[in-house]
Structures are given as C-alpha cells and as structure tokens.
C-alpha cells in the first residue's frame, strides 16, 4: 500500500467532528506529526512543521493569522483525534460522530507512527 492510502487509511478510522475552528489555542507547543505527515504537509500546503518548531513559535506554523488551521484536510493524525477522543473533549463544544476511547485514539498513533517505519 502506498503512504497515502496507508495514512487515508488510518484518517478514515477517526470519527468526524463539526469543528468551529475554535481550538486554536490547543495547536502547539509541540504537535507530534510523523515524519511522513510533515513531508505530505510541506510538499502539498507549503507547511513546515519541524519537530523543533516549538522553540520558534508558540502555536503551530499551520495556522493562519486569524488562527484557523492552513492544512485541516491535511492536518496530522494528533490534531484529528483533538475532540475525538475520551479524553480530549472540545472545550468549545463540538461533537464528534462518536468518541473513540483513549486505547483506540494510542492505536491510531501508533499505527500512523509505523507507517514511518516499513521499508
């Protein structure tokens, strides 16, 4: 399977959610995107969100000056699974098809973050 079907792949397994685009504030210090989503990121929306960003910036180089996110269709698995999951509810109220629980959100990472690891 090719990287961008393998990561659609795991997109597809998260629940969607009537984001507001409020959350902004929850957007850094550091956002955990594998190295396979930071390529696709910068060679499709032009976004470099480096593993060291955090030390230049307080919130995430994606967002724009009106604090909305530049890549939400390319966004990494981390900040899809913000209001999705049991334990990272919307502060702002918006609700997902349904919450996944704390064990399938880590699967998830962890699925993301092996597809970094085949050969």
Do not use: F
Request: hydrophobic share 30%.
């Amino acid at each position: 399977m090719d990287p961008a079907t393998a990561r659609q792949h795991v997109y597809d397994q998260i629940p969607a959610i009537n984001c507001q685009g409020l959350c902004h504030e929850s957007c850094g210090p550091v956002i955990p995107a594998t190295t396979g989503e930071r390529t696709h990121i910068a060679a499709t929306r032009g976004v470099d969100i480096r593993p060291d960003w955090n030390h230049l910036a307080d919130y995430c180089p994606a967002l724009t000056m009106l604090g909305r996110c530049s890549v939400y269709e390319d966004r990494p698995t981390i900040c899809r699974l913000w209001g999705v999951v049991e334990s990272m509810p919307c502060p702002w109220g918006c609700q997902p098809e349904h919450y996944l629980t704390d064990e399938q959100g880590h699967a998830l990472l962890a699925q993301m973050n092996n597809l970094d690891r085949r050969p």
